[in-house]
């Protein structure tokens, strides 16, 4: 949770959009970690996120989503993530390719890892024929004029710029990543965070408010905010404490904090505001009572599944 204000990057000229790949997501196999890392990431650096798109490993829907995005307002950061493994179901090169009409090319980097790898699996003791080889070596065929994402990892990432990449205000920059979410991490954290993210926007402000009352009974605040400070995103997000977020250009959202404040503590200091307040904590607790009573009947498996590939 951020503290009460924090000055983070606002006037979003650089946005971006995700496409998750893959189809144990879509079956309810493998739970989808990536997109939400990679939206707080964007946050820190005030890049707005405007779409997430969860599709299978199937050409015509990578293709149907990207588009969508690349047609979005521009500059436009476009991330990716999962089925660049070797499996004949990681066609996510293959697919980004052929959705740009562009060829795929071999990454002289990656193919030298690969072919690493395949020396390291021979000297096992595990021979690899032709066929073998140029399956594995699927993972360096990518799409034409890419190139690869510097990182302290091992784990390749590659971006693909469009009309000059972001750095043109009509642009777009396509990064491919792996779906192993350890690897998504450091290849965003050490390679596009430097390279892609930092210093792009201009800083905004986002404040937390925390109180003890229904959302509902500050409706009639939140309706004044909207017509007075139009700019500024609203959230409101029930808990223990309840907690009002706003964000947008400093000094908007200093004039909203100062205005939902203010009705807090009218709220706070008349004798209905303090009965509702109590009564509200009492249904709080009973209600983080009854989920802790129901923790146990659980008997799902919510393990942290990574996949080794891709």
Same mark, same amino acid.
């Given at each position: 949770?951020?503290?009460?204000? +924090?000055?983070m990057?606002?006037?979003? &000229?650089?946005?971006?959009?995700? @496409?998750?790949?893959?189809?144990? *997501?879509?079956?309810? #196999? ?8 990679? /939206?707080? %990431?964007?946050? %820190?650096?005030?890049?707005? @996120?405007?779409?997430?798109? +969860? ?14 995005? @690349? ?10 993530t ?10 996510? #090169?293959?697919?980004?390719? &052929?959705s ?10 990656i193919?030298?890892? *690969?072919?690493? !790898? ?14 073998? %080889?140029?399956? #594995?070596l699927?993972?360096?065929r ?6 690869? +994402? ?6 390749? /990432?590659?971006? +693909? ?10 642009? !777009? ?14 290849l ?6 430097? @390279?892609l ?6 800083p ?17 605040? #939140?309706?004044?905010? !909207?017509?007075?400070?139009?700019d ?12 009002v ?23 706070? /200091? ?5 009965r ?12 983080? %009572? ?8 659980d ?12």
């Amino acid at each position: 949770m951020l503290p009460p204000t +924090v000055v983070m990057a606002v006037t979003a &000229e650089l946005r971006a959009s995700i @496409l998750v790949i893959g189809d144990e *997501l879509l079956g309810g #196999f493998v739970k989808d970690t990536n997109s939400g890392f990679i /939206a707080e %990431r964007l946050q %820190r650096h005030a890049i707005p @996120l405007d779409r997430v798109h +969860v599709v299978p490993d199937e050409t015509d829907a990578i293709d149907e989503a990207l588009q969508a995005e @690349l047609g979005r307002a521009r500059p436009r950061l476009v991330l990716t993530t999962g089925g660049i493994g070797s499996t004949p179901d990681d066609i996510t #090169f293959e697919a980004v390719a &052929e959705s740009l009409g562009r060829g795929l090319e071999e990454d002289p980097t990656i193919a030298r890892l *690969l072919q690493g !790898a395949i020396v390291w699996t021979q000297s096992m003791g595990v021979s690899m024929d032709d066929e073998a %080889r140029h399956q #594995f070596l699927r993972m360096a065929r990518v799409p034409a004029g890419a190139t690869m +994402v510097p990182t302290d990892g091992w784990a390749p /990432a590659v971006r +693909v710029d469009v009309d000059g990449g972001i750095d043109d205000p009509g642009g !777009a920059t396509i990064v491919i990543l792996p779906g192993v979410p350890s690897q998504t991490r450091t290849l965003v954290k050490t390679g596009l965070e430097p @390279l892609l993210m930092a210093g792009r926007n201009a800083p905004w402000l986002v404040v937390e408010i925390e109180h003890g009352y229904p959302e509902s009974l500050l409706n009639p605040t #939140f309706l004044r905010l !909207a017509a007075a400070h139009p700019d500024v995103k609203l959230g409101s997000y029930p808990g223990a404490p309840m907690l009002v977020r706003l964000q947008g250009v400093p000094e908007q959202v200093a004039a909203a904090e100062a205005l939902v404040r203010g009705d807090l503590e009218v709220l706070d /200091a008349s004798e209905g505001g303090q009965r509702i307040a109590a009564a509200w904590r009492e249904r709080l607790a009973a209600a983080t %009572r009854d989920d802790s009573d129901d923790s146990g009947s659980d008997d799902s498996d919510d393990s942290d599944e990574e996949p080794t590939d891709g």
